[in-house]
């Protein structure tokens, strides 16, 4: 299969570039930048690709469509919003790792994203792609799901869909690397105050809170709100998200220890590692998510920890799980990948 990809030259794509050249299905691979207005190589486009002479091409929504059978958008916040229209008229298949079509509702995407919304039939039309819960099959655009937001669901999914906790009670605590922020180096990027720091951000204004409470809320009707935070730390990929939650009367270690073995003892990507609590270095160079419950009979709280790399599980990676999906591939295709030791 032939497909596209926009922003080689973000974090993200080539992440997802490094993974379709491996990938079996993957015929070719073009390559389109927004800057560019004449084809240039990818070694002096990405200097990392060094000996990598595929051309980028100039974007163009008529060449993506005419050259490829699909296309992915590793685009920044604000990108997608605009250019979506095309590809939903013309039902092409988009996997869209952006935010931009993840929530269903235009004023809740301009509260949170700050930025004018793509139309709402278009927002009505996208899928939200968390690979593990909803399949992309037959599915023609694909949001694929923010990356606190992935390592947050996946956490909470075995406990909001068996209705076992006090759903005014979810507290997030996540951690997140730098590579999260993408390429543009920020104040709070720069090594110097970034090395040896700690530091929380977007104190419950966070853009991924939206699209967490909708899929509770597509799990739990009941759920109306979480308190969640962000934290910056001095690492490069990776994903903690710490989740503290009230069980309900009559809620016991056990049953909780169950019903995370239920949920996820089938699924490919999601390792339960009941009590033995999971570190950032064993998902990073992954598509998994590792998840540790450990359960507080004196409070009865339990604390879920949830981590992923943000650049595979929470972006790239499920990307391709997604696009295995979408076009009925083996899920694993390409994803049975080993972290970087040590
Ligand atoms: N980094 C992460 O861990 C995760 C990122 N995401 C999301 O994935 C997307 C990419 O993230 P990331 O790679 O980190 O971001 P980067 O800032 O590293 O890269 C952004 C990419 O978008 C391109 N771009 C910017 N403006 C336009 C435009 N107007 N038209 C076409 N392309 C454009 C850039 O091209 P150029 O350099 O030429 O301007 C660049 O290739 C974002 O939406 C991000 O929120 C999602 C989950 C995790
Ligand atoms: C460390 C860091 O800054 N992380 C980014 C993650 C953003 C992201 O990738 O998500 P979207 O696709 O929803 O923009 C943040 O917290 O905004």
Redesign the pocket.
């Known amino acids: 299969m032939q497909v596209g990809l926009?922003?080689?030259?973000?974090?993200?794509?080539m992440v997802l570039y490094q993974l379709l050249r491996q990938h079996s299905e993957v015929s070719g691979i073009n390559l389109y930048?927004?800057?560019l207005t004449r084809n240039q190589p990818l070694n002096e486009v990405v200097p990392s690709f060094f000996t990598d002479q595929t051309p980028v091409q100039p974007?163009s929504d008529q060449a993506v469509m005419a050259d490829n059978q699909m296309v992915f958008f590793?685009?920044?916040?604000g990108?997608t919003s605009k250019l979506s229209q095309p590809y939903l008229d013309a039902k092409f298949p988009v996997i869209d790792?952006?935010?931009d079509l993840r929530l269903n509702d235009v004023d809740e995407y301009q509260r949170w994203y700050h930025k004018d919304s793509a139309p709402a039939s278009d927002l009505q039309q996208a899928h939200y792609g968390l690979a593990d819960f909803e399949s992309a099959e037959d599915k023609t655009y694909v949001a694929?799901p923010?990356?606190y937001a992935t390592a947050t669901l996946l956490g909470l999914a075995p406990l909001v869909q068996q209705d076992l906790i006090d759903l005014d009670s979810i507290i997030v605590d996540a951690k997140s690397g730098t590579?999260?922020?993408?390429?543009?180096p920020a104040a709070s990027t720069h090594f110097t105050q970034a090395n040896d720091n700690l530091q929380i951000y977007k104190p419950n204004q966070h853009q991924h809170i939206p699209e967490i409470v909708m899929t509770l809320k597509s799990w739990n009707k009941q759920v109306k709100a979480i308190q969640f935070m962000t934290t910056l730390i001095p690492i490069t990929r990776g994903i903690m998200s710490t989740i503290y939650v009230k069980v309900k009367p009559g809620i016991d270690g056990a049953m909780i220890d169950q019903v995370y073995q239920d949920t996820y003892g089938h699924k490919p990507f999601v390792n339960y590692t009941g009590t033995q609590l999971p570190d950032i270095k064993q998902v990073v160079g992954t598509n998994n998510c590792n998840i540790g419950v450990v359960y507080n009979p004196v409070t009865q709280t339990v604390m879920v920890d949830s981590v992923i790399d943000?650049?595979l599980k929470?972006?790239a990676g499920q990307a391709v799980q997604n696009f295995n999906q979408m076009f009925k591939f083996e899920e694993t295709s390409e994803l049975e990948l080993t972290p970087f030791l040590p």
């Open positions: 926009v922003g080689i030259t973000g974090y993200a794509g930048d927004h800057k974007y590793a685009t920044s916040a990108v790792l952006s935010g694929n923010g990356c590579s999260g922020a993408g390429k543009h943000n650049l929470g972006a």
